[in-house]
């Protein structure tokens, strides 16, 4: 192993600026992914942010009585879809009129709106069909005139979640499968560039696993250095955005790791693909 690490070392001493040029070139492909990823990151975020303001609001007829209404927002708020269920009054629903429009103050001041139930639900259930089968079971309470949620709204929203799902999805793949071939190509002209070295290892009897070794390591560090490099630039990137166009979120501790363990895996799979072919041509 000691001498593994040695031989190593020695190639990236022996070729500073084609393993400069290998850890650049799998930077940049990582953080063409990374700004990608990114933006999917936002957007989802973004989309998350929308959902929760999905909700379902019964209107309550006039005259109900008190201990009915709060049998059936115990029994709503039951529902194994719904997170909250609150009851808003008839003063509550004026007070929150006047304060969301304000500018029309003066025509709520001799009007009233109705009380209502108003019902949120939990993340993962706010597709419409979950949300039309929740409104629909509210509807069965006598006590109740209407339901509204926005189906139209709703509908919209989850189809726009499923089309950016699909889309970050295949241009992700895309974009994965041009960073792994230009790394692999690039590994692949480091690789050659030794091939003598491999030959003449070859001729005094060095094994194969001998020999693939340090090309293995050093793939696995030139992947490692450049996962680092490129979420360094892809920082610097949410940073210039976050200040001069519009606030970002960068990636979680998860996605960073994940992040460098894909450059070394690509920089350790393209290593290892690079001196299999070489050594079968030996």
């Not at 929203?157 to 295949?170: C, F």
Request: net charge positive.
């Amino acid at each position: 192993m000691r001498l593994t690490l040695r031989e190593t070392l020695l190639a990236f001493r022996r070729a500073p600026l084609l393993s400069a040029l290998s850890v650049m070139t799998i930077a940049f492909s990582l953080f063409s992914l990374g700004l990608f990823v990114l933006v999917a990151v936002n957007i989802r975020d973004a989309l998350q942010q929308v959902e929760e303001r999905v909700e379902i609001r019964a209107y309550i007829a006039d005259g109900t009585p008190v201990e009915a209404l709060a049998a059936a927002l115990g029994d709503i708020g039951a529902f194994p879809e719904v997170a909250r269920a609150d009851g808003i009054s008839q003063e509550e629903a004026l007070e929150r009129a006047r304060a969301e429009l304000g500018e029309f103050r003066d025509v709520f001041d001799a009007a009233f709106l109705p009380a209502s139930i108003e019902v949120r639900l939990k993340p993962g259930f706010r597709d419409p069909e979950t949300v039309s089968a929740v409104a629909a079971r509210i509807r069965t309470y006598p006590f109740v005139d209407d339901v509204r949620f926005g189906e139209e709204w709703v509908r919209k929203l989850y189809n726009i979640r499923n089309l950016a799902t699909a889309a970050g999805i295949i241009l992700g793949v895309a974009f994965a499968a041009v960073a792994i071939i230009i790394i692999g190509a690039t590994i692949r002209m480091a690789v050659l560039a030794r091939g003598r070295e491999i030959s003449i290892m070859r001729l005094v009897g060095a094994t194969d696993g001998f020999i693939r070794r340090p090309f293995l390591l050093e793939g696995l560090a030139k992947g490692i250095l450049g996962g680092i490099l490129a979420l360094a630039l892809t920082y610097f990137a949410h940073s210039l955005i976050s200040r001069t166009l519009v606030a970002t979120r960068f990636f979680d501790d998860r996605i960073i790791i994940a992040g460098i363990a894909f450059g070394a895996l690509i920089g350790f799979l393209g290593s290892a693909v690079s001196v299999g072919r070489h050594l079968r041509r030996v």
